[in-house]
């Protein structure tokens, strides 16, 4: 009877055999169609990449009018604490806290007896001395009195007329007037109070105009002139600006600070304005530079600083007679930002085609085309 063991022995051998084979095969179909995906990779790799399409701006030429940037106070125009030459207690005041007045105005009187009473002695005198004078005259000419008695008396005449002068000064300092037209504080005194000599009463300012003080460096002392405009905010409006015009500047810089004190006029007729408020103050310069405007969006930064793509126009061929814009890189240097715009001092030249957006996605060498619908740009008061 045949051993069973040697029947099955060829049948596993060839199961294997046969397994082996599918295996192989289906490793070398996979084997092919990875090698199909691969060099259909590469081939669309090797394909030219179409133009990427973006937005472009124009550099555009242009002279920028430098701001000087300071920082400043209000002053009145005229300002003073109103007090007395002489002392004395107060008999009439004449005015409220925060009245407006004219200049001219009686504010304050003094106790004034005893001037008065002075005054009248004077004016006594000088009539008694101006009698005795005429009646002189009148015995000159009858030889009765000599030139010298005439001269005497006219003397004491002058001397009476200079007294009633005197007394009337005296008593015209009992008197407080407005120095001139301005709005007044708040009172100091009370009626019946004694005030001397340097107290203050009441402080009036004109407000009708204000000074505005300020310092700039000394690189800027070229850049002033008379009546040369500047604009100011402060903080009681911080959405307005106020303008105003220099009016004169010391011609000696501060041998500390090296800083020259520069005064501005502020028309302030409608009364928004206050001394003593902090004015933060643009000063328009003189020194016209020339810049280049492009739209503030053009302009990137990189390891280097501030950047714009250009667009720049490969020269033709004959197997490519109008080739497509590539991207350069350009490095700037921005002399400000305004209203959107940008002053470019260096790094483009006038006429210059720009990248104005999707720079992340940009890189030098590309190919791009210009879309039909360009972002525009409106180039604002600088």
């Given at each position: 009877m045949p051993d069973p063991s040697t029947k099955r022995k060829p049948r596993l051998w060839l199961r294997l055999f046969l397994v082996l084979v599918l295996v192989a095969g289906i490793v070398a179909a996979l084997g092919y169609e990875k090698y199909l995906q691969i060099q259909q990779q590469i081939a669309q790799g090797?394909?030219?990449?179409p133009p990427i399409s973006v937005t472009v701006a124009t550099a555009e030429a242009d002279q920028w009018d430098s701001r000087v940037r300071a920082i400043g106070s209000l002053v009145a125009y005229q300002g003073v604490d109103v007090t007395t030459e002489a002392s004395g207690v107060i008999t009439s005041i004449n005015f409220d806290s925060g009245n407006t007045i004219e200049q001219g105005t009686l504010l304050v009187e003094l106790d004034n007896r005893t001037e008065v009473a002075n005054l009248e002695a004077?004016?006594?005198?000088?009539?008694?001395?101006?009698?005795q004078y005429q009646r002189l005259l009148k015995l000159k000419g009858q030889s009765f009195v000599t030139n010298n008695d005439v001269d005497t008396q006219a003397a004491l005449v002058d001397i009476a007329e200079a007294e009633v002068r005197v007394a009337e000064v005296a008593l015209a300092k009992k008197r407080i007037y407005a120095p001139f037209s301005g709005k007044l504080g708040i009172r100091q005194v009370d009626l019946g109070e004694y005030v001397a000599p340097a107290d203050n009463i009441v402080t009036l300012l004109s407000l009708d105009r204000l000074y505005l003080d300020f310092t700039l460096p000394e690189i800027n002392f070229n850049d002033l002139v008379i009546d040369q405009p500047l604009e100011f905010r402060v903080r009681s409006y911080p959405q307005r600006t106020f303008s105003a015009k220099v009016e004169a500047w010391n011609p000696q810089l501060d041998v500390n600070t090296r800083n020259v004190a520069v005064r501005a006029i502020v028309d302030n007729r409608k009364r928004l304005?206050?001394?003593?408020?902090?004015?933060d103050i643009t000063l328009y310069s003189q020194r016209k530079q020339p810049v280049l405007i492009v739209p503030e969006t053009a302009i990137f930064y990189n390891i280097y600083g501030e950047a714009a793509y250009v667009l720049e126009k490969p020269p033709a061929s004959d197997e490519d007679p109008d080739p497509d814009y590539r991207l350069a890189a350009r490095q700037l240097d921005v002399l400000y930002r305004r209203d959107g715009l940008a002053g470019v001092l260096s790094g483009?030249?006038?006429?210059?085609?720009?990248?104005?957006?999707?720079?992340?996605?940009?890189?030098p060498s590309l190919r791009v085309s210009i879309v039909d619908d360009v972002a525009e740009y409106s180039r604002g008061s600088e």
């Open positions: 090797s394909a030219p990449q004077a004016r006594a005198r000088l009539q008694s001395e101006n009698s304005l206050a001394p003593g408020m902090f004015a483009l030249k006038a006429g210059d085609l720009v990248v104005t957006s999707g720079q992340l996605k940009l890189y």
